[in-house]
């Protein structure tokens, strides 16, 4: 609490709240930097301010003392326990948020090694070479970010310089199991945060922020397409469809995508910024896609082809690629036909008017020069008068295009139960959220029907009628005023406290009323905002990117039981690496 109020106030004070050399999505707090004393009369209530947010908390310990206050009972903590501390037994969230799922860990680990690691897409390392790569690579970094420091804003390099200063870990490779498909199959995630390849990474998505809004069929969301679709008029002959891209990330060779995006900047050097470091990114961009390397239960392996799995600059890698391709020759060659075309990363949702002769000509090269690009390839669907994109139900009507939620049929609609030790402002925020979204998504009709399907839901997790009531009429109230009011409000001055919920410990409006009572009106910020963090919860406790191999099992012999055809040894493969 002292800390976040000495250094917003010596920020706020000093007008550097507002550093134009400050970049959130690469700032990196500086652990060894302390704020300076705010002024004695400051000073003093903070010390005042701690001092009363103790008592309360004593209080409360005090009010509470032999209660359990668990939200689970000690048969359902037993058996979380049990489960957590069982390394023959994995617990993995689900793909497509179906809910978790428990796993064998042998046969977890020889699913994981058949499907994925043991192709021709991956190669196992040992892990001296594995080591010794990573420092390789840490080392020809470091260099070239100390050699190019000058074409680097004082943001960019403070962040680096923060950045190499961390402790960083191997990126680790997990599959989530996908129960939708018969047989079930493992979609595989590498999780490369607090990799030293990650820091670049990072950097890379930032850099195509510039990038992104000259790729002319590029979207952030499904709003933009309802907002577009409102402007539109539709033509009486055209018809509607979608193109989904088979397995994108891996389909995009290191060598085609690079040679995409250089390009890519080239062909638009005159909307870039004049600093941006071509060469430098473009360097930064193949080290980190060619060098993807990772552990999996104890052993090390490389990605060899496509995307780096788990990179931060991945989607945004995959939308300018692909763009350079639609800028150059879908987009000017059938710009004719094509009177809306946009793609949410491997989603292309497009509007087609069949030209007067050779419609049926026309839309096969048109699908065949979609996929004339590198190994990608698109399931391209036939245009119709209606079709489903990202969470929308699109229609066309007359001359206009009518949209609606869609909610895919195995969706397990996993609200937060009332028993959860969330914030309350959790519930809040769902509720306002899917509100805001069904409003603009739907007709009148569509959105009192998706919003009783809502409400149901709630109820069938637990939630009451009467408790949800004021909610969403809070969050109706919330959404009327925002449709009134366009206009954006700048950002106030904001002291932020943060805190860790606890259904039973200080609450919001125990801060709250504390502060005013010590410091109201005597801190230059407009206003105080409580930032309530949430405890750990199940998910929390019992997943784990890592995979723990019980004592019986031995890794080498399951490798060769996955992969009997394959008889060289790891000495004779780290030799074929070196």
Known sequence: M????????????????????????????????????????????????????????????????????????????????????DDNLTIKNTDKNLGPSIMET????????????????????????????????MGFLKTLITENYKLLSKAEVTYFQRSFKKQYRIPIFYGLPKVHKTPVTLRPVVSSSSSFLSVFSVWLDLKMKDLLPLVKSYIKNSMTIINDLKELFIPDEALIFTADAKSMYTNIDTATG???????????????????????????????????IFTFAGTYWQQLSGTAMGTPAACAYATVTFGQHENNLILPTYHSQLIYYKRYIDDILAIWLPPVRQKINTWNKFKEDLNNWGSLEWAIEEPSLSTTFLDLNLQIIGNTIKTSTYQKPMNLYLYIPPKSSHPPSCLKGLISGELRRYFFQNSTTDFQAILTKFIWRLVNRGHTIDDLTPLLLQAASNLDRSILTHTATENPSTLFLHWTYHPNGLQRQDLRKTFDSTFKDDLPFDKM???????????????????????????????TQCCPDQTYTLQDMTNMQN
């Open 2 to 85: 002292a800390y976040a109020i000495r250094t917003q106030y010596n920020l706020q004070t000093m007008d550097k709240a507002n550093n134009s050399d400050y970049i959130k999505q690469i700032y990196i707090k500086n652990k060894s930097w302390n704020p300076e004393p705010a002024p004695l009369d400051i000073e003093n209530k903070i010390t005042n301010f701690e001092k009363q947010l103790k008592n309360h908390q004593k209080n409360i310990v005090s009010r509470n003392q032999g209660r359990n206050l668990r939200n689970l009972t000690y048969p359902q903590s037993a058996t979380l326990r049990l489960l957590k501390l």
């Open 106 to 137: 042998e046969a977890y680990i020889a699913q994981v090694l058949k499907e994925h690691l043991l192709t021709k897409d991956y190669v196992r390392l040992s892990e001296a070479t594995a080591k010794h790569r990573i420092n390789d690579l």
């Open 258 to 292: 690079v040679a995409a995006i250089r390009d890519f900047i080239l062909d638009n050097r005159d909307q870039i910024p004049a600093d941006f470091p071509i060469d430098l990114f473009l360097q930064i961009l193949t080290t980190v896609m060619e060098n993807n």
């Open 529 to 559: 905002q409580v930032a309530v963090a949430r405890p750990k919860n199940l998910r929390d406790v019992l997943t784990r990117a890592t995979t723990k191999v019980p004592a019986h099992i031995n890794i080498d012999h399951l490798i």
